[in-house]
């Protein structure tokens, strides 16, 4: 099924959300992926308060939730009652910055990727909902053993942990999405699927006119329950660019 990751028109968002939920119905879309759930930047009433305003406006444009990104509050309890609010079921961390006490530089250091995944596979055993990790491209970091700080992640953590894949960014990492996809099997549940250099910081670009071969990945993977689309940054209309890569993927 596919869904957008709603951080695509972040700013478009800020400006009018119900426009822009609005718009990226009428591209076709039916669900999408919301971001900043369980914010440390907010208390928890705001955070509900938020969840309940999003819901509003989803409603309105029709729209369903896929799975939320989320950071890791102390009290699970309170992401799952955010997520309740949404009608969501599954809940990715898509950055270590977003548990306390980790950040980027986890992916470099053995001891803390151990850390990193025992909380968060504890937090996957104890929750009511699913929880899942989203990479970027640091989480390939070679270790002083040779092996990456992602294998060393997803062969520690507990298995209830489930994964959503971003291919772009394995792509960047010098990653082949397609065998990490058969390595990691039942436990990818969702994939984040866009194009371009696979750089950090270039402009994204159509599916097809960058080095992620996106057919591939859906060969491994063909019923994944999930497929976002998502920019993370672009020279292009991202309305224009997010219903041109969604018609792509619906004809592969």
Known sequence: ML????????????????????????????????????????????RLT??????????????AVSAVHAGLPGDLAELEEECAILGADTAFVPHPRLVPGFGEETFADPARVDAFADVLGAAAES???????????????RLPDGTTGYDRFWQRTSASLLAELDVYWAVAAGADPAAVLA?????????????????PGAPQTPIG?????????????????WHVVEIDTTDL????????????????
Do not use: C, M
Request: proline share 7%; hydrophobic share 45%.
């Open 127 to 141: 929750a009511e909902l699913r929880l899942g990790y989203h990479n970027h491209w640091f989480e390939w970091a």
């Open 50 to 63: 938020a969840a309940r305003s999003l819901r509003t406006d989803l409603d309105a444009a029709g729209l």
């Open 209 to 225: 006119t960058g080095r992620v071969d996106i057919p591939a990945v859906l060969r491994v993977a063909p019923g994944n329950p």
């Open 237 to 252: 209309d991202p309305f224009d660019l997010l219903a041109a890569n969604a018609t792509t993927l619906t004809s592969i």
């Open 183 to 199: 390595s990691l099997g039942d436990r990818v549940i969702a994939v984040h699927l866009k194009d371009g250099p696979a750089e």
């Open 3 to 46: 869904s957008v990751q709603l951080y695509s028109v972040r700013d478009q968002l800020a400006a009018d959300r119900p426009a822009t939920l609005a718009k990226l119905a009428a591209i076709g879309f039916r669900h999408v992926e919301p971001f900043g759930l369980g914010s440390p930047d907010r208390t928890p009433a705001e």
